[in-house]
Protein backbone atom coordinates (compact mmCIF):
# COMPACT_ATOMS: atom_id res chain seq x y z
CA UNK A 1 0.00 0.00 0.00
CA UNK A 2 1.22 3.24 -1.18
CA UNK A 3 -0.19 5.21 2.33
CA UNK A 4 3.42 6.11 3.99
CA UNK A 5 4.30 4.56 6.51
CA UNK A 6 4.61 7.70 8.92
CA UNK A 7 1.40 8.15 7.87
CA UNK A 8 0.09 4.85 9.17
CA UNK A 9 2.06 4.13 11.42
CA UNK A 10 2.59 0.64 10.60
CA UNK A 11 5.49 -1.07 9.23
CA UNK A 12 5.12 -2.76 6.06
CA UNK A 13 7.20 -5.74 6.56
CA UNK A 14 5.11 -9.03 7.44
CA UNK A 15 5.79 -11.23 11.05
CA UNK A 16 7.13 -14.81 11.24
CA UNK A 17 7.75 -16.81 13.88
CA UNK A 18 10.97 -18.22 14.77
CA UNK A 19 11.41 -21.09 16.88
CA UNK A 20 14.41 -22.17 18.55
CA UNK A 21 15.76 -25.03 20.95
CA UNK A 22 18.81 -24.87 22.41
CA UNK A 23 20.07 -25.62 26.06
CA UNK A 24 20.32 -23.22 28.30
CA UNK A 25 23.95 -22.16 31.01
CA UNK A 26 24.03 -24.48 33.57
CA UNK A 27 23.29 -27.74 31.30
CA UNK A 28 19.61 -26.88 32.27
CA UNK A 29 17.31 -28.90 30.03
CA UNK A 30 17.02 -27.77 26.28
CA UNK A 31 14.68 -24.25 25.97
CA UNK A 32 12.43 -23.99 22.88
CA UNK A 33 11.44 -20.89 22.29
CA UNK A 34 10.07 -18.58 19.90
CA UNK A 35 10.53 -14.97 18.66
CA UNK A 36 8.27 -12.77 16.68
CA UNK A 37 10.35 -10.83 13.93
CA UNK A 38 9.20 -8.46 11.08
CA UNK A 39 11.08 -9.71 7.68
CA UNK A 40 13.83 -7.29 8.25
CA UNK A 41 14.98 -8.57 11.19
CA UNK A 42 14.81 -12.05 10.51
CA UNK A 43 18.34 -12.60 9.59
CA UNK A 44 19.82 -10.63 12.62
CA UNK A 45 17.16 -13.21 14.60
CA UNK A 46 18.77 -16.15 12.95
CA UNK A 47 22.80 -14.72 13.29
CA UNK A 48 21.64 -14.29 17.27
CA UNK A 49 20.42 -17.51 17.89
CA UNK A 50 22.92 -19.21 15.51
CA UNK A 51 25.57 -17.10 17.72
CA UNK A 52 24.20 -18.51 21.23
CA UNK A 53 24.62 -22.25 19.94
CA UNK A 54 20.72 -22.43 19.84
CA UNK A 55 19.37 -24.75 16.57
CA UNK A 56 15.98 -22.67 14.86
CA UNK A 57 13.54 -25.65 14.41
CA UNK A 58 10.84 -23.68 11.98
CA UNK A 59 10.24 -19.88 10.39
CA UNK A 60 6.37 -19.48 10.07
CA UNK A 61 4.77 -16.66 8.83
CA UNK A 62 2.65 -15.09 12.03
CA UNK A 63 -0.52 -13.06 10.98
CA UNK A 64 -0.02 -9.64 11.96
CA UNK A 65 1.99 -6.44 11.29
CA UNK A 66 3.77 -4.68 13.75
CA UNK A 67 4.15 -0.70 14.04
CA UNK A 68 7.29 0.98 13.90
CA UNK A 69 9.67 0.39 15.20
CA UNK A 70 9.58 -3.07 15.43
CA UNK A 71 9.70 -5.00 18.46
CA UNK A 72 13.33 -5.96 20.04
CA UNK A 73 14.21 -9.20 18.99
CA UNK A 74 14.84 -11.26 22.14
CA UNK A 75 18.14 -12.89 21.86
CA UNK A 76 17.61 -16.78 22.67
CA UNK A 77 20.75 -15.98 25.52
CA UNK A 78 18.20 -13.64 27.48
CA UNK A 79 16.26 -14.97 30.24
CA UNK A 80 13.23 -17.51 29.31
CA UNK A 81 10.33 -15.48 28.02
CA UNK A 82 6.85 -16.47 27.63
CA UNK A 83 6.68 -17.83 23.78
CA UNK A 84 5.13 -14.94 21.90
CA UNK A 85 3.52 -16.73 19.04
CA UNK A 86 1.30 -14.06 18.20
CA UNK A 87 2.27 -10.12 18.58
CA UNK A 88 0.95 -8.50 21.36
CA UNK A 89 -2.88 -6.82 20.92
CA UNK A 90 -0.75 -3.25 21.27
CA UNK A 91 1.53 -4.33 18.27
CA UNK A 92 -0.85 -4.98 15.99
CA UNK A 93 -3.16 -2.27 17.07
CA UNK A 94 -2.29 1.30 15.13
CA UNK A 95 -3.58 4.69 16.79
CA UNK A 96 -3.70 6.30 13.23
CA UNK A 97 -6.79 5.65 11.01
CA UNK A 98 -6.00 3.45 7.99
CA UNK A 99 -6.28 6.05 4.75
CA UNK A 100 -8.14 3.82 1.88
CA UNK A 101 -5.36 3.06 -0.28
CA UNK A 102 -5.03 4.95 -3.55
CA UNK A 103 -8.51 6.63 -3.19
CA UNK A 104 -7.39 9.42 -6.03
CA UNK A 105 -6.27 7.08 -8.11
CA UNK A 106 -8.59 7.81 -11.56
CA UNK A 107 -9.98 4.92 -12.64
CA UNK A 108 -13.14 3.97 -15.26
CA UNK A 109 -13.55 8.27 -16.55
CA UNK A 110 -14.11 5.87 -19.57
CA UNK A 111 -16.57 2.80 -19.66
CA UNK A 112 -16.89 0.57 -22.96
CA UNK A 113 -20.43 2.00 -23.55
CA UNK A 114 -19.16 5.61 -24.05
CA UNK A 115 -15.33 5.67 -24.78
CA UNK A 116 -13.45 8.16 -25.34
CA UNK A 117 -11.70 8.59 -28.89
CA UNK A 118 -8.07 9.18 -28.87
CA UNK A 119 -6.55 9.68 -31.83
CA UNK A 120 -3.14 7.86 -33.07
CA UNK A 121 0.10 10.33 -32.94
CA UNK A 122 2.61 7.57 -33.56
CA UNK A 123 3.12 3.85 -33.70
CA UNK A 124 6.53 2.87 -34.45
CA UNK A 125 8.45 -0.58 -34.18
CA UNK A 126 10.54 -1.37 -30.63
CA UNK A 127 12.57 -4.46 -32.41
CA UNK A 128 15.22 -3.91 -34.33
CA UNK A 129 16.36 -6.23 -37.28
CA UNK A 130 16.96 -9.97 -36.46
CA UNK A 131 14.34 -9.91 -34.11
CA UNK A 132 11.20 -12.10 -33.76
CA UNK A 133 7.37 -11.09 -34.18
CA UNK A 134 6.10 -7.75 -33.85
CA UNK A 135 6.18 -5.37 -30.70
CA UNK A 136 5.27 -1.19 -31.71
CA UNK A 137 4.89 1.53 -29.52
CA UNK A 138 1.54 3.92 -30.08
CA UNK A 139 0.74 6.74 -28.71
CA UNK A 140 -2.86 8.46 -28.83
CA UNK A 141 -4.09 12.22 -28.03
CA UNK A 142 -6.17 12.35 -25.02
CA UNK A 143 -6.89 16.18 -25.91
CA UNK A 144 -10.24 17.36 -25.36
CA UNK A 145 -12.05 14.78 -23.57
CA UNK A 146 -14.48 16.19 -21.21
CA UNK A 147 -13.65 14.56 -18.03
CA UNK A 148 -9.89 14.63 -18.93
CA UNK A 149 -8.65 10.67 -19.19
CA UNK A 150 -6.10 10.42 -16.62
CA UNK A 151 -3.91 7.69 -15.59
CA UNK A 152 -0.87 7.24 -13.20
CA UNK A 153 1.63 4.85 -13.70
CA UNK A 154 1.17 1.46 -13.62
CA UNK A 155 -2.87 1.31 -14.75
CA UNK A 156 -3.96 -0.15 -17.59
CA UNK A 157 -6.83 1.13 -20.46
CA UNK A 158 -8.91 -0.42 -22.48
CA UNK A 159 -8.93 -0.41 -25.83
CA UNK A 160 -12.39 -1.39 -28.33
CA UNK A 161 -10.89 -3.18 -31.90
CA UNK A 162 -13.36 -1.86 -34.73
CA UNK A 163 -15.30 -4.53 -36.47
CA UNK A 164 -17.56 -7.46 -34.94
CA UNK A 165 -16.77 -10.90 -33.72
CA UNK A 166 -17.53 -14.20 -35.07
CA UNK A 167 -20.92 -13.75 -33.68
CA UNK A 168 -21.48 -10.66 -35.57
CA UNK A 169 -21.27 -8.68 -32.08
CA UNK A 170 -18.73 -5.64 -31.72
CA UNK A 171 -15.26 -6.81 -30.11
CA UNK A 172 -14.84 -6.63 -26.62
CA UNK A 173 -11.98 -4.49 -25.27
CA UNK A 174 -8.78 -5.70 -24.86
CA UNK A 175 -6.27 -4.39 -21.71
CA UNK A 176 -3.01 -2.78 -22.04
CA UNK A 177 -0.56 -1.64 -19.51
CA UNK A 178 0.13 1.88 -20.04
CA UNK A 179 3.91 2.63 -21.22
CA UNK A 180 3.97 6.53 -20.36
CA UNK A 181 4.13 8.40 -17.33
CA UNK A 182 0.83 10.23 -16.26
CA UNK A 183 2.50 13.46 -18.31
CA UNK A 184 2.78 11.20 -21.65
CA UNK A 185 5.90 11.03 -24.07
CA UNK A 186 5.02 14.56 -24.73
CA UNK A 187 5.08 15.70 -20.97
CA UNK A 188 2.02 17.98 -21.76
CA UNK A 189 0.10 15.64 -20.06
CA UNK A 190 -2.55 14.94 -22.68
CA UNK A 191 -1.37 11.72 -24.65
CA UNK A 192 -0.70 7.87 -23.43
CA UNK A 193 1.15 5.27 -24.93
CA UNK A 194 1.04 1.76 -25.17
CA UNK A 195 3.64 -1.53 -26.11
CA UNK A 196 1.76 -3.95 -27.82
CA UNK A 197 2.85 -7.27 -29.13
CA UNK A 198 1.14 -8.61 -31.95
CA UNK A 199 -0.50 -11.90 -30.87
CA UNK A 200 0.20 -14.46 -33.26
CA UNK A 201 0.13 -18.09 -33.47
CA UNK A 202 -0.67 -21.32 -35.30
CA UNK A 203 -4.00 -23.29 -34.33
CA UNK A 204 -4.47 -26.81 -34.19
CA UNK A 205 -5.32 -26.44 -37.89
CA UNK A 206 -1.93 -25.41 -38.66
CA UNK A 207 -3.24 -21.83 -39.75
CA UNK A 208 -1.18 -18.81 -38.70
CA UNK A 209 -4.19 -16.37 -36.82
CA UNK A 210 -3.50 -13.25 -35.84
CA UNK A 211 -4.64 -11.15 -32.86
CA UNK A 212 -7.81 -9.17 -33.32
CA UNK A 213 -6.86 -6.22 -31.12
CA UNK A 214 -2.72 -6.36 -31.36
CA UNK A 215 -3.34 -6.56 -34.86
CA UNK A 216 -6.07 -3.67 -35.27
CA UNK A 217 -2.93 -1.75 -33.13
CA UNK A 218 -0.10 -2.53 -34.65
CA UNK A 219 -1.53 -1.99 -37.99
CA UNK A 220 -2.99 1.34 -37.12
CA UNK A 221 -2.24 4.87 -38.95
CA UNK A 222 -1.58 8.13 -36.85
CA UNK A 223 -4.63 10.28 -37.12
CA UNK A 224 -6.81 7.33 -36.33
CA UNK A 225 -9.84 7.84 -34.13
CA UNK A 226 -9.78 4.54 -31.32
CA UNK A 227 -12.10 3.62 -28.36
CA UNK A 228 -10.73 4.36 -25.09
CA UNK A 229 -11.52 3.34 -21.89
CA UNK A 230 -10.39 3.21 -18.41
CA UNK A 231 -7.64 3.83 -17.14
CA UNK A 232 -8.08 0.84 -14.72
CA UNK A 233 -6.00 -1.30 -12.42
CA UNK A 234 -4.44 -0.80 -8.44
CA UNK A 235 -2.01 -3.72 -8.48
CA UNK A 236 1.01 -1.80 -10.37
CA UNK A 237 1.20 1.41 -8.73
CA UNK A 238 4.55 3.03 -7.40
CA UNK A 239 4.84 3.55 -4.25
CA UNK A 240 5.09 7.49 -3.20
CA UNK A 241 8.26 7.17 -1.17
CA UNK A 242 10.96 8.57 -3.11
CA UNK A 243 13.54 6.28 -0.78
CA UNK A 244 12.03 2.76 -1.68
CA UNK A 245 13.43 0.28 -3.84
CA UNK A 246 11.85 -1.19 -6.76
CA UNK A 247 12.48 -4.62 -7.92
CA UNK A 248 11.24 -5.53 -11.85
CA UNK A 249 10.73 -8.89 -12.92
CA UNK A 250 9.49 -8.40 -16.72
CA UNK A 251 9.28 -9.75 -19.80
CA UNK A 252 8.42 -9.01 -23.57
CA UNK A 253 5.71 -6.32 -23.31
CA UNK A 254 5.28 -6.98 -19.23
CA UNK A 255 8.35 -3.84 -19.85
CA UNK A 256 5.03 -1.33 -20.49
CA UNK A 257 4.47 -0.50 -16.54
CA UNK A 258 8.34 -1.00 -16.07
CA UNK A 259 9.24 1.84 -18.50
CA UNK A 260 6.90 4.09 -16.80
CA UNK A 261 8.90 3.64 -13.47
CA UNK A 262 11.62 3.97 -14.82
CA UNK A 263 10.85 6.96 -16.84
CA UNK A 264 8.91 8.44 -13.76
CA UNK A 265 12.78 7.83 -12.03
CA UNK A 266 15.15 8.74 -14.42
CA UNK A 267 14.03 10.94 -17.33
CA UNK A 268 14.99 14.52 -17.26
CA UNK A 269 12.41 16.08 -18.35
CA UNK A 270 9.68 13.63 -16.35
CA UNK A 271 11.47 14.04 -13.35
CA UNK A 272 11.30 17.97 -13.29
CA UNK A 273 7.43 17.75 -14.60
CA UNK A 274 6.80 15.60 -11.64
CA UNK A 275 9.08 16.70 -8.99
CA UNK A 276 9.55 13.46 -7.61
CA UNK A 277 12.99 12.93 -6.81
CA UNK A 278 13.55 9.36 -6.85
CA UNK A 279 16.47 7.88 -4.42
CA UNK A 280 16.40 4.62 -4.07
CA UNK A 281 17.49 1.59 -6.24
CA UNK A 282 15.71 0.34 -9.46
CA UNK A 283 17.06 -2.98 -10.23
CA UNK A 284 15.14 -4.07 -13.87
CA UNK A 285 15.55 -8.02 -14.86
CA UNK A 286 14.61 -7.89 -17.92
CA UNK A 287 13.72 -10.78 -20.54
CA UNK A 288 13.55 -11.39 -24.05
CA UNK A 289 14.26 -13.70 -26.43
CA UNK A 290 16.68 -11.70 -28.79
CA UNK A 291 18.91 -9.15 -28.36
CA UNK A 292 17.08 -7.32 -31.04
CA UNK A 293 14.01 -7.69 -29.12
CA UNK A 294 15.22 -6.02 -26.03
CA UNK A 295 12.40 -3.10 -25.42
CA UNK A 296 13.45 0.92 -24.73
CA UNK A 297 17.07 -0.78 -24.30
CA UNK A 298 18.71 2.36 -25.31
CA UNK A 299 16.33 4.69 -22.44
CA UNK A 300 17.40 2.17 -19.91
CA UNK A 301 21.21 2.13 -20.84
CA UNK A 302 21.21 5.96 -20.77
CA UNK A 303 19.66 5.79 -17.20
CA UNK A 304 22.60 3.58 -16.24
CA UNK A 305 25.02 5.87 -17.32
CA UNK A 306 23.09 8.72 -15.69
CA UNK A 307 22.22 6.73 -12.34
CA UNK A 308 24.86 4.21 -11.64
CA UNK A 309 24.41 4.19 -8.11
CA UNK A 310 20.23 3.62 -8.37
CA UNK A 311 19.62 1.65 -11.37
CA UNK A 312 20.92 -1.42 -11.86
CA UNK A 313 19.83 -3.24 -15.29
CA UNK A 314 19.78 -7.41 -15.67
CA UNK A 315 18.99 -9.03 -18.47
CA UNK A 316 17.96 -12.59 -19.84
CA UNK A 317 18.64 -13.44 -23.16
CA UNK A 318 17.16 -16.84 -23.50
CA UNK A 319 18.20 -17.95 -27.20
CA UNK A 320 21.56 -16.34 -27.20
CA UNK A 321 22.96 -16.82 -23.39
CA UNK A 322 22.81 -19.86 -21.45
CA UNK A 323 22.01 -20.70 -17.74
CA UNK A 324 24.38 -22.26 -15.57
CA UNK A 325 22.46 -25.86 -16.31
CA UNK A 326 23.24 -25.32 -20.25
CA UNK A 327 20.02 -24.65 -20.71
CA UNK A 328 18.17 -21.27 -22.29
CA UNK A 329 18.36 -18.15 -19.98
CA UNK A 330 15.56 -17.30 -18.65
CA UNK A 331 14.54 -14.65 -16.25
CA UNK A 332 14.16 -16.95 -13.50
CA UNK A 333 17.59 -17.84 -14.22
CA UNK A 334 18.75 -14.35 -13.33
CA UNK A 335 16.45 -14.40 -10.33
CA UNK A 336 18.16 -17.07 -9.15
CA UNK A 337 21.69 -15.58 -9.44
CA UNK A 338 21.05 -13.10 -7.71
CA UNK A 339 18.82 -14.81 -5.15
CA UNK A 340 21.30 -13.16 -1.85
CA UNK A 341 20.82 -9.73 -3.08
CA UNK A 342 17.27 -9.66 -4.27
CA UNK A 343 16.26 -11.12 -0.58
CA UNK A 344 18.67 -8.72 0.88
CA UNK A 345 16.60 -5.82 -0.45
CA UNK A 346 13.40 -7.52 0.36
CA UNK A 347 14.02 -8.28 4.21
CA UNK A 348 13.85 -4.05 3.84
CA UNK A 349 10.45 -2.50 4.04
CA UNK A 350 11.15 -0.28 2.07
CA UNK A 351 11.55 -2.76 -1.10
CA UNK A 352 8.40 -3.68 -3.78
CA UNK A 353 8.69 -6.28 -6.23
CA UNK A 354 6.80 -5.99 -9.88
CA UNK A 355 6.24 -8.60 -11.83
CA UNK A 356 4.56 -8.25 -15.35
CA UNK A 357 4.66 -10.03 -18.81
CA UNK A 358 3.19 -13.39 -19.90
CA UNK A 359 1.38 -15.52 -17.16
CA UNK A 360 3.86 -18.50 -18.06
CA UNK A 361 6.90 -16.64 -16.37
CA UNK A 362 5.15 -17.12 -12.74
CA UNK A 363 5.95 -20.64 -12.34
CA UNK A 364 9.46 -20.27 -13.39
CA UNK A 365 9.99 -16.67 -10.93
CA UNK A 366 7.91 -19.00 -8.30
CA UNK A 367 10.36 -21.74 -8.54
CA UNK A 368 13.65 -19.26 -8.14
CA UNK A 369 12.27 -17.58 -5.30
CA UNK A 370 11.20 -20.80 -3.53
CA UNK A 371 14.60 -22.00 -3.75
CA UNK A 372 16.24 -18.44 -2.71
CA UNK A 373 13.91 -18.53 0.17
CA UNK A 374 14.77 -21.78 1.60
CA UNK A 375 18.55 -21.46 1.26
CA UNK A 376 17.87 -18.72 3.98
CA UNK A 377 15.70 -21.20 5.81
CA UNK A 378 12.11 -19.37 4.73
CA UNK A 379 9.40 -20.76 3.51
CA UNK A 380 8.33 -18.75 -0.18
CA UNK A 381 4.85 -19.62 -0.16
CA UNK A 382 4.09 -18.44 3.26
CA UNK A 383 6.56 -15.22 2.89
CA UNK A 384 4.84 -14.40 -0.45
CA UNK A 385 1.16 -13.79 0.95
CA UNK A 386 2.72 -11.46 3.11
CA UNK A 387 4.84 -9.60 1.12
CA UNK A 388 1.23 -9.09 -0.76
CA UNK A 389 -0.57 -8.31 2.52
CA UNK A 390 2.00 -5.64 2.88
CA UNK A 391 1.52 -4.50 -0.36
CA UNK A 392 5.27 -5.03 -1.99
CA UNK A 393 4.66 -7.64 -4.07
CA UNK A 394 2.35 -6.95 -6.89
CA UNK A 395 1.53 -9.41 -10.12
CA UNK A 396 0.03 -8.19 -13.28
CA UNK A 397 0.65 -11.08 -15.98
CA UNK A 398 -1.61 -11.75 -18.65
C1 LIG B 1 -3.92 -6.16 -17.41
C2 LIG B 1 -3.47 -6.53 -18.81
C3 LIG B 1 -2.46 -5.81 -19.41
C4 LIG B 1 -2.03 -6.14 -20.69
N1 LIG B 1 -1.02 -5.42 -21.24
C5 LIG B 1 -0.58 -5.72 -22.48
C6 LIG B 1 0.49 -4.96 -23.06
O1 LIG B 1 1.03 -4.02 -22.46
N2 LIG B 1 0.88 -5.30 -24.32
C7 LIG B 1 0.32 -6.34 -25.02
O2 LIG B 1 0.73 -6.58 -26.15
N3 LIG B 1 -0.68 -7.08 -24.45
C8 LIG B 1 -1.15 -6.78 -23.23
N4 LIG B 1 -2.18 -7.50 -22.69
C9 LIG B 1 -2.83 -8.56 -23.51
C10 LIG B 1 -3.97 -7.94 -24.37
O3 LIG B 1 -5.04 -7.53 -23.54
C11 LIG B 1 -4.56 -8.92 -25.38
O4 LIG B 1 -4.95 -10.08 -24.71
C12 LIG B 1 -3.59 -9.29 -26.48
O5 LIG B 1 -3.20 -8.15 -27.22
C13 LIG B 1 -4.28 -10.27 -27.46
O6 LIG B 1 -5.47 -9.70 -27.89
P1 LIG B 1 -5.95 -9.91 -29.40
O7 LIG B 1 -7.27 -9.24 -29.57
O8 LIG B 1 -4.89 -9.53 -30.34
O9 LIG B 1 -6.11 -11.47 -29.46
P2 LIG B 1 -7.48 -12.28 -29.67
O10 LIG B 1 -7.94 -12.16 -31.06
O11 LIG B 1 -8.42 -11.88 -28.59
O12 LIG B 1 -6.97 -13.73 -29.43
C14 LIG B 1 -6.65 -14.15 -28.15
C15 LIG B 1 -7.11 -15.57 -28.02
O13 LIG B 1 -6.34 -16.37 -28.91
C16 LIG B 1 -6.16 -17.64 -28.35
N5 LIG B 1 -4.71 -17.91 -28.30
C17 LIG B 1 -3.73 -17.06 -27.96
N6 LIG B 1 -2.53 -17.63 -28.07
C18 LIG B 1 -2.76 -18.90 -28.50
C19 LIG B 1 -1.96 -20.01 -28.79
N7 LIG B 1 -0.61 -19.92 -28.67
N8 LIG B 1 -2.53 -21.16 -29.19
C20 LIG B 1 -3.88 -21.26 -29.32
N9 LIG B 1 -4.72 -20.24 -29.05
C21 LIG B 1 -4.17 -19.08 -28.65
C22 LIG B 1 -6.73 -17.63 -26.96
O14 LIG B 1 -8.02 -18.18 -27.04
C23 LIG B 1 -6.84 -16.16 -26.65
O15 LIG B 1 -7.91 -15.87 -25.78
C24 LIG B 1 -2.62 -7.20 -21.40
C25 LIG B 1 -3.65 -7.94 -20.79
C26 LIG B 1 -4.05 -7.61 -19.51
C27 LIG B 1 -5.16 -8.42 -18.89
Not at 108 to 130: A, I, Q, R
Request: charged letters at 25%; aromatic letters at 8%.
Amino acid sequence: MRVSQAASGHTTSGLFTVVASGRQAGSRPTVVQSYTVPLRQLSTTFKQITASGARILSVTAASQDLPAPAAPVAAPSAPPKKATSKPSKKAVTSSAPKKKPHANVPVNTYKPKTPFMGTVTENYSLLTDGAIGRVQHITFDLAGGEPQLEYVEGQSIGIIPEGNDANGKPHKLRLYSIASTRHGDSYNDSTVSLCVRQLEYKNEAGEQIYGVCSSYLCDIEPGTKVKITGPVGKEMLLPEDEDANIIMLATGTGIAPMRTYLRRMFESKERKANGWSFKGKAWLFMGAPKTANLLYDDDFNNYLKEYPDNFRYTKAISREEQNSKGGRMYIQDRVSEHADEIFAMIENPKTHVYMCGLRGMEPGIDEAMSAAAAAKGLDWKELRPQLKKADRWHVETY
